[in-house]
């Protein structure tokens, strides 16, 4: 029987002498009287994280928006004013006044590059929400854990190496204080991933011999220079572009599908090997990432994974995955396609997508759910890292031209992020005459 909430502080020590209760949602070092309304800080309000803002406070939780902080004032603003323009209903169905579930005032409101540190030392915060772009990631999961929050932190969780081993020793930290950690994979918070993955490792397919995972689609958002603008803030707007803030789109967004070869296979890549360049996307605007990249991965059974992802306009798209087994396959993940197949032509399992509910929305409903509880339940940190680790070995192959190891991309020490973080100083990466970046050449560029 599930233990209800003062057994668990019981349990877990967090009882302070003479019977007061110490808060379970507060983590380590917090003595304040159990206050039933979780308190959230967002650090990075884009859209990303202005959408999982949201859907923390959709969950039948009593939630509560009380800091925000983001490098740049104008996009706080917005997303504050978004944030608040919403209805927002309390685990009844009713409508609560919006000042109940974001209450953010001016002086909770922080701006810069070292707006993050302020929003996660308030003593009152319990969660944070980790949305900046994931450059900033290693650092942040780090400040958060050291002020002992819970963590919902969005994909990629870093941009190199030394930012994935950086995640991996802060996961152990998160691990022994018993923070809840939630990855923005929101594939393992989907019903018929979870479904069909789970009849995959018992077997109803026999082994995988081989599979294929996509991202084809067409290209996001791009910010233009401004007049004024230094070069510090102009990549800081038009991040996407920038490997020290995006990691390349095969990491910024294919780690989705990367990440679903990972879990089918149970392991992850031994090696990895690969093409791609800039085929459409030449101008300055786009910085020096690569608009399509297509790869082998090799896992340490022998099996090949093929993955594409590119961002072209005008052509044909595919976001899903597919796998093949020793006795059956799958074709498509996407809803009632998803089926498991034998070679015979028969059905071994079709998911039925009536009642499915929202990923991005599970991810937070559980998280939130568990927090409430005082369960310590989720600990994604690790295969985030991993996962994004494996995008990242990806970029390295295509960049490089060459076949790319496990350990020798892991153990690289190329750290991409600026030696320092101010408005006029410069990134390690900075245009030519011409305007144009420099971009990674096959056969030339070093990786490792």
């Not at 808060?23 to 959408?51: H, M, Q, W």
Request: proline share 4%.
């Amino acid at each position: 029987m599930e233990q209800n909430r003062r057994d668990f502080l019981k349990a877990t020590g967090l009882f302070a002498a003479g019977g007061a209760m110490l808060n379970p949602v507060r983590g380590y070092g917090f003595n304040s009287a159990v206050d039933e309304t979780i308190k959230v800080a967002l650090i990075g309000c884009g859209g990303r994280g202005t959408g999982a803002a949201a859907q923390a406070l959709s969950t039948t939780q009593n939630v509560q928006i009380v800091a925000m902080a983001d490098a740049f004032k104008d996009r706080l603003d917005e997303s504050y004013k978004n944030l608040t323009a919403k209805k927002y209903k309390n685990a009844a169905g009713t409508v609560v006044d919006t000042k109940l579930k974001v209450d953010v005032p001016d002086d909770r409101k922080f701006v810069g590059f070292d707006a993050f540190k302020k929003a996660i030392a308030l003593k009152d915060v319990d969660v944070v929400i980790l949305a900046t772009p994931p450059g900033f990631r290693p650092s942040h999961f780090e400040e958060a854990v050291k002020n002992n929050k819970h963590i919902f932190m969005e994909k990629p969780v870093a941009t190199d190496a030394p930012g994935i081993r950086k995640v991996l020793e802060i996961a152990e930290e998160a691990k022994k204080k018993k923070l809840n950690v939630v990855v923005g994979l929101q594939r393992h918070y989907q019903a018929n991933y979870l479904a069909a993955i789970k009849r995959i490792h018992d077997g109803a397919i026999g082994d995988i011999v081989g599979g294929q995972v996509y991202w084809v689609g067409s290209s996001p958002w791009m910010k233009e220079r401004q007049p004024n603008q230094t070069e510090m803030e102009y990549q800081m707007r038009n991040w996407y572009y920038f490997n020290w803030l995006c990691g390349d789109h095969i990491s910024e967004q294919h780690v989705h599908n990367i990440d679903v070869a990972n879990w089918v296979k149970k392991g992850y890549p031994v090696s990895i090997q690969g093409t791609g360049g800039r085929e459409v996307r030449t101008g300055k605007a786009y910085g020096e990432i690569f608009d399509h990249h297509t790869l082998d991965l090799v896992y340490a059974d022998g099996t090949v994974i093929s993955s594409q992802c590119r961002q072209f306009e005008g052509t044909w798209n595919k976001v899903d995955e597919a796998f093949v087994g020793t006795k059956g396959r799958i074709d498509s993940f996407d809803g009632k396609k998803t089926i498991l197949k034998d070679y015979k032509g028969g059905v071994i399992y079709q998911h039925d997508d009536k009642g499915d509910k929202n990923p991005y929305q599970v991810e937070h409903d559980e998280l939130f759910a568990a927090i409430a509880k005082g369960e310590y339940k989720f600990a994604d940190a690790e295969n985030g890292a991993k996962s994004t680790m494996t995008a990242i070995m990806g970029r390295m192959a295509t960049y490089s031209g060459k076949m790319i190891k496990w350990d020798e991309a892991f153990n690289s020490d190329i750290n991409l992020f600026p030696d320092k973080l101010a408005w006029d100083a410069s990134p390690k990466i900075l245009p030519g005459p011409d305007g144009l970046y420099p971009v990674a050449v096959p056969g030339k560029t070093q990786v490792i």
